[in-house]
């Protein structure tokens, strides 16, 4: 049987006063209750009883009803499809994430999950069924890049329908058969994919764009990916900045929003907060980054542009002319081609290479921790036993 309880701690209205009585020994007028009710009660999953609670409701009869509800779909759940428990789960995801993670769950459950286990029970689903249609992601191609898909992106798509599954062994009390089904191991693959521009490199890039006689081309550009290779900001917080959030008089770069094209209501763009807490930021910006953007600025005032947005004007830059400019100026400089994203792997991998230790640079690409700097560039920072090695026999003994 399930067990009802509210903590009886009471607040005057009036006065604030924290009391576990009905009047408040300070004003004399009456209490309201703080607490909200909590159920508890035992349910059986795979054979073992396990604890289970219900909490945040205003009233009993909101964690009663609650507590039924939880019971009716733990009856159903051996009988949902995944289609139906994926739009429940949506609805879930929509009220705690950003638009843009929805958006990618949704994209990932389209293409990769739903044409093979749309119509299946959940309580079909076996480690035979996953492993299987695992095996037949790994065997398509992808259309964009006309090759086998990565073991990361696999991974990937793994951990989306582990996380669905989750949800679903939490609401619905279905075993996640897909937890016990460990990753596919890489081969450090996300060394492979990274590319980098060096500083000669990028300088062969700039003199190209530098080159044209499109006036329009050489100042925007020139100052684009000079903002996203000297600052390593990653490129939906450079398309984001706006002519205020860059001050000349401290060299400094304002980094406090993002703007997403992902977007679940048919916008074209959202400008939303940062990708984590420690991705707000204010970096200092190298002098000839100062020196370019101030032309740049110059430039747009110049043309009555807006400073709605530093690269755009009343709208933000759009992707295909930043790509499509990519291509044709590399392809001049006769330089390998890099995604985008790549400028930011540029940008550490620049800084590693000048000796900047690995706190700095999780600071400037505005990483929750080191360690996420650590297992994305490791393989930069001068630390195999050759090299330690020689540090040693530097020393004075």
């Known amino acids: 049987m399930p067990s009802y309880s509210q903590r009886w701690r009471k607040e005057c209205p009036m006065c604030h006063t924290i009391s576990k009585s009905a009047q408040c020994k300070q004003c ?23 604890n289970k609670r219900l909490s945040g409701y205003q009233t009993k009869a909101e964690a009663e009803k609650a507590y039924q509800q939880y019971t009716q ?9 995944v289609e139906n428990a994926f739009a429940q789960y949506v609805n879930y995801i929509t009220r705690i994430l950003k638009g843009a993670s929805v ?52 991974n990937n798509i793994r951990a989306e329908l582990n996380a669905f599954l989750n949800f679903v062994q939490e609401f619905f009390g279905v075993h996640n058969i897909v937890s016990s089904i460990k990753p596919l191991k890489s081969s450090n693959e996300l060394v492979k994919e990274m590319q980098v521009y060096t ?46 959030d860059i001050d000349f008089s401290k060299s400094t770069m304002n980094i406090n929003k993002s703007l997403t094209r992902k977007t679940l209501n048919g916008e074209p763009y959202k400008v939303t907060s940062p990708k984590n807490s420690a991705s ?21 005032k110049e043309w009555g542009i807006s400073d709605k947005f530093l ?29 985008i994203h790549d400028f930011r792997h540029s940008h550490a991998s620049l800084l590693i290479n000048l000796g900047a230790n690995v706190a700095l640079v999780s600071r400037r690409l505005g990483h929750k921790n080191t360690q996420q700097t650590l297992n994305t560039y490791s393989h930069l920072f001068p630390s195999s036993e050759n090299e330690i090695i020689k540090i040693l026999n530097k020393l004075n003994f």
């Open 73 to 81: 779909s733990m009856q159903s759940g051996a009988n949902i499809t």
């Open 103 to 154: 958006y990618c769950k949704i994209s990932i459950y389209n293409k990769h999950i739903k044409p093979y286990f749309a119509n299946t029970k959940i309580s079909d689903i076996t480690r035979q069924s996953v492993v299987q249609w695992r095996a037949q992601l790994m065997s398509q191609i992808s259309p964009r890049t006309k090759n086998t898909y990565s073991v990361k992106y696999l």
């Open 199 to 244: 500083f000669t490199e990028f300088k062969k890039l700039l003199h190209q764009i530098n080159k044209t006689k499109n006036k329009r081309m050489r100042v925007l550009y020139g100052a684009f990916f000079s903002t996203l290779y000297y600052s390593g900001a990653r490129v939906g917080e450079v398309l984001a900045l706006q002519d205020a």
């Open 311 to 339: 690269f755009g004007g009343d709208t933000p830059l759009s992707s295909y002319s930043y790509t499509l400019a990519l291509k044709k100026f590399s392809k001049r400089a006769k330089l390998h081609r890099i995604r």
């Open 28 to 50: 004399g007028c009456a209490t309201v209750p703080m607490s909200k009710w909590t159920v508890r009660f035992i349910i059986t999953e795979q054979g073992k009883s396990v």
């Open 280 to 300: 707000v930021r204010n970096i200092k910006m190298p002098n000839k980054l100062v020196q370019i953007l101030q032309q740049y600025i110059e430039w747009k």
